[in-house]
């Protein structure tokens, strides 16, 4: 099992898309970051990572590697779930999104089937909820938001006995 943690606080820049989860959220304020700052996506990455007990997010792509600059999230989720390698599935994932603004509920379902496509599994393996820090710390403030998830995985050769 894994744990995966990630923050971003919101860019200035109001031409910043806001991804969550590999989908584009309709919201006045992207997030900062290196690459297109998915949350949500680098929570479950490392998540995986630790699960495998390989290195977290940042040892495969640094943000001081100029070929990560804006990167899509999601397809370095499907390259860490190919380093991961087929002696391990994904049997389940389960993240929390924390913010205050924008409510996340409609794009729930859509962020679950991305996620899932990206490790490989049905999206019922896939849990992704919203929760608020109750107006409390940067995420209460509104300057940005923060995502946890956990990893299970299961040996590939101990699903076959």
């Not at 990572?49 to 977290?56: I, K, M, S, T």
Request: with cysteine; hydrophobic share 40%; glycine share 12%.
């Amino acid at each position: 099992m894994g744990l995966g943690f990630d923050v971003h606080a919101f860019a200035e820049d109001a031409g910043r898309k806001l991804i969550l989860g590999g989908v584009e959220i309709p919201f006045e304020k992207g997030l900062l970051g290196h690459s297109d700052a998915d949350v949500l996506a680098h929570a479950v990455t490392d998540a995986l990572l630790g699960a495998a007990g390989l290195e977290d997010i940042g040892h495969y792509f640094p943000d001081t590697d100029e070929q990560f600059k804006d990167a899509d999230s999601i397809e370095l989720l499907r390259r860490v779930r190919a380093v991961v390698g087929e002696s391990w599935q994904v049997a389940n994932v389960d993240a929390v999104v924390i913010c205050e603004r924008p409510k996340i509920r409609d794009h729930r379902d859509e962020m679950k089937r991305t996620l899932a496509g990206a490790l490989g599994v049905k999206p019922s393996r896939v849990g992704v909820r919203g929760t608020t820090s109750e107006r409390l710390g940067f995420t209460g403030r509104g300057e940005g938001i923060a995502a946890q998830a956990v990893c299970l995985l299961e040996s590939s050769q101990d699903s076959e006995r």
